[in-house]
């Protein structure tokens, strides 16, 4: 099925680093997601964005919506162990509703 | 408020058999969802519910699955017979908003995890 392009696949890095991912697309979102997925379990939602351009905050996890709604990223300032997990993008098409995700991106951190 | 339940959460099988999956999304949302995901790759939806319509089902194999939301709460998945393919875990999700509106935040249960042999 239609999946969009996430990056990178993984990341291995140090605790206290900073980390950033992102997806992009051929199509048009009017809605783009962020989820945290852990070992067997389900995907969590981390952030939401709604607006192109928009530039959303919770914590330690920083967003943005692109601007040509194509794309967006993931930032994670100071990274800590509890961080690793694999990360999703997901967009909303603004044809058919549906929610897509990307391949995934998998953080491990090192302390 | 407690979160969208799944059960089981492991389910082992051989190929051939019939195998079901139960799902209980939040409570108050009308908006459910069934989702496909295959080792390392993100979530595909097989099917959605609008309360006890199934409004999007395209990408269900309808050969051999099969869903249900009798009372517009409570889901069930259901494979027969199953194929060596089908392993994968099985995600329910549910929203309180209508899909496709400003505001689709869908929430996720753990998943089960299907292992046909």
């Known amino acids: 099925g239609q999946q969009l392009n996430q990056s990178p696949q993984s990341m291995f890095i140090q605790e206290g680093e900073d980390v950033s991912m992102n997806c992009t697309s051929s199509?048009?979102?009017?809605?783009w997601l962020w989820y945290k997925q852990d070992p067997g379990e389900g995907p969590v939602l981390l952030i939401a964005?709604?607006?192109?351009?928009e530039l959303t905050s919770n914590g330690r996890l920083t967003a943005q919506f692109g601007i040509t709604r194509k794309d967006s990223f993931l930032n994670i300032s100071a990274s800590i162990p509890s961080d690793v997990g694999i990360y999703f993008c997901?967009?909303?098409?603004?044809?058919?509703?549906?929610?897509?995700f990307g391949q995934g991106t998998t953080l491990q951190v090192k302390p | 408020e407690a979160g969208v339940v799944q059960s089981p959460r492991y389910k082992i099988i051989e190929k051939k058999q019939p195998v079901a999956f139960w799902c209980n999304p939040i409570?108050?949302?009308?908006?459910l969802y069934w989702y496909l995901q295959n080792l390392g790759q993100g979530p595909e939806l097989l099917i959605r519910?609008?309360?006890?319509?199934?409004?999007?089902d395209s990408q269900l194999p309808k050969d051999r699955f099969s869903a249900e939301r009798l009372k517009g709460v409570d889901s069930t998945l259901k494979i027969q017979p199953a194929e060596l393919g089908d392993s994968a875990v099985y995600l329910c999700?549910?929203?309180?908003?209508?899909?496709?509106?400003?505001?689709?935040?869908?929430?996720f249960g753990p998943g089960t995890r299907l292992t046909v042999l």
């Open positions: 999700a549910s929203s309180s908003n209508l899909y496709g509106g400003p505001h689709n935040e869908q929430f």
């Open positions: 199509s048009i979102f009017n809605t």
């Open positions: 964005l709604y607006k192109a351009g």
């Open positions: 997901a967009g909303q098409s603004s044809n058919t509703g549906k929610l897509i």
């Open positions: 409570s108050g949302h009308n908006t």
């Open positions: 519910y609008e309360n006890e319509e199934a409004v999007d």
